[in-house]
């Protein structure tokens, strides 16, 4: 059971690459559900090129000490009929109401997951371009201090 794959948690310049994470795809009894990465409060953090596979979240970052990070060429993928909620999160922590800023998601694949990427109303500065989106509840949901760029969206 993939509770939770990587955590890179008060760190920096850290690099997360062409890995695969698979998830059972249920939904937890207790706690967070599957999550492939967690980044909390953390910078300059790199997760590229990597395929996540049936987590109810794929990247989860978290906390306003969290910034300059780069998502970017990964897929990300939920099977119907499984426990999945969101491709990438942003969300501040217990401890910190602010929200992650200043980082670039890009170029990447996310489908099967109801809402693709979702940010809370204290993210800010983080430009999310060029990424595929295939959902059936939201695309993207973001504050309009983010960029939303040159993303397709697919409402299945």
């Known amino acids: 059971n993939l509770a939770m794959g990587i955590i890179v948690e008060n760190s920096a310049n ?46 989860f970052v978290r906390g306003g000490r969290s910034s300059g990070n780069r998502i970017a060429n990964n897929t990300l993928t939920a099977a119907p009929g499984v426990f999945a909620a969101i491709g990438i999160c942003y969300n501040p922590t217990a401890t910190d109401t602010q929200g992650p800023k200043g980082d670039l998601i ?25 990424n595929i989106l295939v959902f059936s509840g939201e695309s993207l949901t973001t504050p309009t201090t983010n960029m939303d760029m040159n993303n397709v969206k697919v409402k299945q």
Not at 29 to 46: F, H
């Open 14 to 59: 850290v690099s997360i690459r062409d890995c695969h994470f698979r998830g059972e795809g249920i939904a937890p009894a207790s706690g967070p559900p599957e999550t492939a990465v967690m980044i909390m409060q953390s910078r300059n953090v790199v997760v590229e090129n990597n395929a996540v596979y049936n987590t109810g979240l794929g990247f």
């Open 106 to 130: 890009v170029g990447n694949l996310i489908t099967g997951y109801p809402n693709s990427i979702q940010m809370n109303s204290t993210s800010a500065a983080n430009v999310i371009k060029d």
